[in-house]
Structure formats: C-alpha cells, structure tokens
C-alpha cells in the first residue's frame, strides 16, 4: 500500500490533490461571471486556456518533460476536445443565463454522468457507497441551486447549455483516466490544455476585439482562470484521478456548489440563507459518504466438523 494512505485505505495526498481542486473550481464559478459580463464565451475560454498553456509549456520545459507516448493521445484528444474545449465554452456561455450557484448544479449532473460511463466502459463497477454518496449529494447540489435562483430567473437556455457542459465534463473525465496509465499527469494535463486551446483558436478575433475595451478585474479574473483553476487545478486533478478511480473524483466535484456558495458570500457580500447552508452541508456529507470504504470483515473462519 502506498505510504500516504493510512490504516483506513485512503490516500491522503490524492485527497489534497482533489480538495485544492474543488476549491479552485469553486472560485471558477464566481470569476466567469465577473468576466462574462465583458468577453464572449469563445473569447473568455480562449483566454483562459492560452494563460494556462502558457504557464503549463513553461513547466515542461523547465522541468524538461517529454511528450507523452502515443499510447495517451486518444484519452488526450478526447479529454482535450470536450473537458477543455467544449465544457470551457458552453459553461461560459451558460452563466450568461444563469447564476453561479444554479451553474454549479446543473454542471454537477456531471459526476453522475462520469460513474455511470466508468462504471460501464471502464469497468470500474458501481459500488453501493459511492452512489449513495452520489445521491445525497446530488440532492444537496438541487437545494444549493434551488436557494440560488432568484426565484426562477434562470433562463431555459443557460440551464441546457450548463447540462452540455456537464455531459462535455463527464465524458473528458472518462476519456482522461486512459490517458494516465501511459503518461504522468502533467503531461495530460499540460497537453490537454493545448489540444482545448487549439479547438477555441476561431475565437482569437473576439478576443482581440474584446480585450482592449474591457475593464482591468475582468482581465485579471480572465488571468486567474487560466493560472488556477485550469493550470494548477486540472493538475491536482489529474494527479488525484490517476491515484483512484473516476467514479470517487467526479463524486468529491459536489462539494463545489457550496464552496460557490462561501466565496460568493465573501466576495460580493451575498449572505446565504438556511436553505442555501443546509444544501452545502448535504454536498459535504455526500462527499464524506461516497469516499468511504467498506470495511473488510475479518472474523475467523468456522472450523469444518
């Protein structure tokens, strides 16, 4: 057993991994809708992207990774296509029509989207804790969004292109997990990213048009996009996923709709009522539920007579 995990079987550096995951996708919410108010959604994602391909290139040369062999590149494209290129832009464009706690609910159909594919096509299984944990915290992310709506604003549009890029999110994932038994995280990650920036190049003209014009926050909120919650945080992810399965990862995400709750509460001074804290706390509780094991039986066996 790896020495990070302790006497219960869990690896606590993948946990980590995932938790600074989820706290940075959490504050990706807040800042796409900062920066949505002056870029498109093609430009934003673009942006975005070419800020973490950047940093990402810079890390690989310094650290002189090679390419990853040819044997990842199916899970690369796959996850580069739809997690950062097609996932990055319709959310963007969804939170044109929503707010970021409806946004994080509907994109968290994602995980159930990923253990339904894994369970099936990389035969992962469906164990019994991990969909019940699924499904209390799929109910605390219903609330969460429920209490965030502002009393049904939500435009039909914004809502279905958040469940595209739940299904585009859920499909990356399953196509990433491949990927990692042939190459180490950064290289998926890193290559991902440049096959996602590649996929939103059309945009290159609206982000020129739009960067002058724009105000310096949502230029930096478009920066950080790119530094944190892609470039470190798909990293932490992709570290964590290759130490577990897909299923476990895509079920931790539902803890992101109450950190939107808590950052936007901190950032734009939006106070969360009881309904809004009773759906973060169920989110939490589902996450606790679908990482826990099983315990192994260990009576003696029954002497034969």
């Known amino acids: 057993m790896d020495q990070s995990a302790g006497a219960s079987g869990i690896d606590h550096r993948a946990l980590l991994a995932a938790s600074v995951t989820v706290a940075l996708w ?28 950047v940093a990402l290139g810079v890390v690989l ?8 062999p040819r044997q990842a590149w199916p899970g690369i494209l796959g996850s580069g296509v739809l997690w950062f290129g097609l996932y990055m832009v319709t959310l963007n464009w969804g939170e044109q029509g929503v707010d970021a706690g409806t946004a994080a609910m509907v994109v968290n159909i994602g995980p159930l989207v990923i253990a339904l594919l894994s369970g099936w096509l990389l035969k992962e299984g469906f164990p019994p804790m991990l969909l019940a944990g699924m499904g209390v915290s799929f109910a605390g992310a219903v609330i969460v969004g429920m209490s965030n709506s502002k009393g049904g604003s939500s435009s039909l549009t914004g809502v279905l ?48 048009t739009q960067l002058p014009g724009a105000p310096l926050p949502a230029t930096l909120n478009m920066v950080y996009l790119g530094l944190f919650p892609t470039a470190l945080a798909f990293t932490t992810w992709t570290y964590a996923l290759s130490r577990t399965t897909a299923g476990r990862m895509g079920a931790t995400t539902y803890a992101v709709p109450a950190l939107v709750i808590l950052i936007a509460w901190s950032a734009l001074d939006e106070v969360p009522g009881w309904l809004t804290l009773l759906g973060g706390a169920t989110c939490l509780t589902g996450v606790a539920l679908s990482r826990r094991r099983p315990r192994q039986r260990t009576g003696k066996v029954p002497a034969t007579r």
Do not use: M, N, W
């Open 161 to 208: 292109l958040c469940v595209v890029a739940a299904l585009a999110y859920g499909a990356g994932v399953v196509s990433q997990k491949p990927a990692l038994r042939y190459a180490d995280p950064i290289q998926v990650t890193t290559y991902g990213c440049f096959v996602g920036t590649a996929c939103t190049l059309p945009f290159a003209g609206q982000l020129l």
């Open 61 to 68: 040369l310094v650290k002189r990774v090679p390419p990853p």
């Open 26 to 53: 959490a504050s990706a919410f807040v800042s796409i809708r900062v920066s949505a108010e002056h870029y498109g959604p093609g430009a934003l994602a673009l942006g975005r992207l070419l800020t973490a391909s």
